[in-house]
C-alpha cells in the first residue's frame, strides 16, 4: 500500500473546510501567556484560515484532581472573556460548557469498555497530575478523564486538536478508542490528530513552565502595572551579559524568550541587542514588549465584561449547538452498536 505522508499543515492550507477542531480548557482560572503561545494562538489562527471551530469549557474536568470546583460561574466568565479577547470568533466559534451536553457523557460508557485498566494506569499525564493532586486519594474520574477527553473530541468527529505537549497522550487515548470502536461496531468516528504549536514550552517568572499552580504565569487579563511588577520579580543570574541559553541560563532566557515571541523575533537578536545592559534593562523590554502585545487583547476583554449578558449568550448558544451535534453523534452510535429498540 503506498502512503502519502502529505505534512498536516500543508492539508490544512489545502482543505480547510475538512477539518473540525475541537479543544478547550479547564475552567480553574485566568488563561496566561503560556496558554496563548502554547494552543490560543493556533486556534485563533486555524479560526482565520477557515476550519469548524468547537471549543470545551471542561467544567466536569475540573473535579479531576480538586473535590469541589468552586466560583465557576465567574471563572467560566472569564474563560469566555479570555477567549474572545484572544480573538476567538462569537459568529464562528461553537464555545460549550461540558456539563450543558448529555449526550456527550453517554459515549463514555462504550469507550470505557475499548481501554484497558493497565492502559489508563500508564497515562504519563495523569501520574503527573496524581503526584501534584492536592487530593489525599486519587478519584476514578482522575483516571477515567482522557476517556471521557475522547468523548469531548469524537462527540462532534473532531479531527485535528491544536493541544500543548502535555496533552498528546490523551490524543493517543482518543485516536485508540475511535479506531477500535470504528473496528468493533463498524465506521463511525475519525482517527483525530493533534497539532502542536510550533512554540517551544514557555517559561514563566522563575525560569520554570510557565503554569498557574506555579504562581510564575502572566495572565492575559493583568494589568500592565501588574505584569511590569510580575517581570521585575523575574528571577535572573549574576551574569551581566544577557544572552540566549535556555539549558544554562533558564531564568534570564524565559525572559528573552518571552520578549522574541511578542516582538516575533529571534531570541538569540534580542538577547544580543540588550547585551552588556543587563537584566534590569532586558526586564524593562520585556515588560514593553508583552505590554504591547497584550494591549489590543485588554481592550477587547474589557469591551466584552462590559456586557456579560451577550458573552454568556454566546455560551448558551454554542451549548444548543453542542447539543443538537451530540444527539446525532449518539444516534450513530447506538445503532452502531444496536441499541435502538
Ligand atoms: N485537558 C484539557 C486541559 O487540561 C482540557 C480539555 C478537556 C480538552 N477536553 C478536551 C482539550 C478536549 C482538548 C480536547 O486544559
Known amino acids: 500500500m503506498i502512503t502519502t505522508a502529505i505534512?498536516?499543515?500543508?492539508?490544512?492550507?489545502?482543505?480547510?473546510q475538512d477539518f473540525r477542531v475541537l479543544t478547550g480548557d479547564r475552567p480553574t482560572g485566568p488563561l496566561h501567556l503560556g496558554h496563548y503561545f502554547g494552543t490560543l494562538r493556533n486556534r485563533v489562527e486555524l479560526?482565520?484560515?477557515?476550519?469548524?471551530?468547537?471549543?470545551?469549557?471542561?467544567?466536569y474536568q475540573v473535579l479531576t484532581d480538586r473535590d469541589v470546583a468552586d466560583r465557576l460561574v465567574e471563572t467560566v466568565d472569564g474563560l469566555l472573556l479570555d477567549y474572545l479577547a484572544a480573538g476567538l470568533d462569537p459568529e464562528r466559534a461553537t464555545i460549550f460548557a461540558h456539563s450543558a451536553v448529555p449526550a456527550l457523557h453517554q459515549l463514555l460508557l462504550p469507550f470505557l469498555s475499548l481501554v484497558s485498566v493497565p492502559e489508563l494506569q500508564r497515562n504519563p499525564t495523569v501520574k503527573d497530575e496524581i503526584?501534584?493532586?492536592?487530593q489525599s486519594t486519587v478519584s476514578g474520574l482522575m483516571f477515567t478523564y482522557p476517556v471521557h477527553q475522547a468523548a469531548d473530541i469524537l462527540f462532534c468527529k473532531g479531527n485535528l486538536v491544536p493541544v500543548g505537549q502535555d496533552q498528546m497522550p490523551h490524543i493517543?487515548?482518543?485516536?485508540?478508542?475511535?479506531?477500535?470502536?470504528?473496528?468493533?461496531?463498524?465506521?463511525?468516528?475519525?482517527v483525530p490528530e493533534g497539532l502542536l504549536s510550533d512554540a517551544p514550552v514557555l517559561a514563566g517568572t522563575d525560569g520554570r513552565k510557565m503554569s498557574k499552580s506555579r504562581g510564575n504565569a502572566i495572565a492575559l487579563s493583568a494589568t500592565p502595572d501588574e505584569t511590569a511588577r510580575l517581570i521585575r520579580a523575574a528571577t535572573t543570574d549574576a551574569d551581566r551579559h544577557i544572552t540566549y541559553e535556555p539549558e544554562r541560563r533558564p531564568g534570564v532566557s524565559g525572559l528573552v524568550h518571552l520578549a522574541a515571541l511578542c516582538l516575533g523575533r529571534d531570541p538569540h537578536d534580542v538577547a544580543a541587542e540588550v547585551g552588556d545592559a543587563g537584566a534590569a534593562r532586558l526586564k524593562r523590554t520585556v515588560t514593553e514588549a508583552v505590554n504591547d502585545f497584550l494591549a489590543p487583547m485588554r481592550e477587547r476583554r474589557a469591551a466584552?465584561?462590559?456586557?456579560?449578558?451577550?458573552?454568556?449568550?454566546?455560551?448558551?448558544t454554542g451549548n444548543a449547538r453542542a447539543n443538537a451535534i451530540a444527539d446525532q453523534t449518539l444516534r450513530e452510535v447506538r445503532e452502531a452498536m444496536g441499541t435502538v429498540y
Open 304 to 316: 466584552y465584561a462590559k456586557d456579560l449578558g451577550f458573552v454568556r449568550d454566546v455560551l448558551r
Open 131 to 134: 503526584a501534584h493532586s492536592r
Open 47 to 59: 479560526q482565520r484560515r477557515g476550519v469548524d471551530m468547537v471549543v470545551i469549557v471542561a467544567d
Open 7 to 16: 505534512p498536516l499543515e500543508e492539508r490544512i492550507a489545502a482543505a480547510p
Open 172 to 190: 493517543e487515548v482518543t485516536r485508540t478508542v475511535a479506531r477500535r470502536f470504528n473496528e468493533r461496531y463498524g465506521p463511525v468516528f475519525p
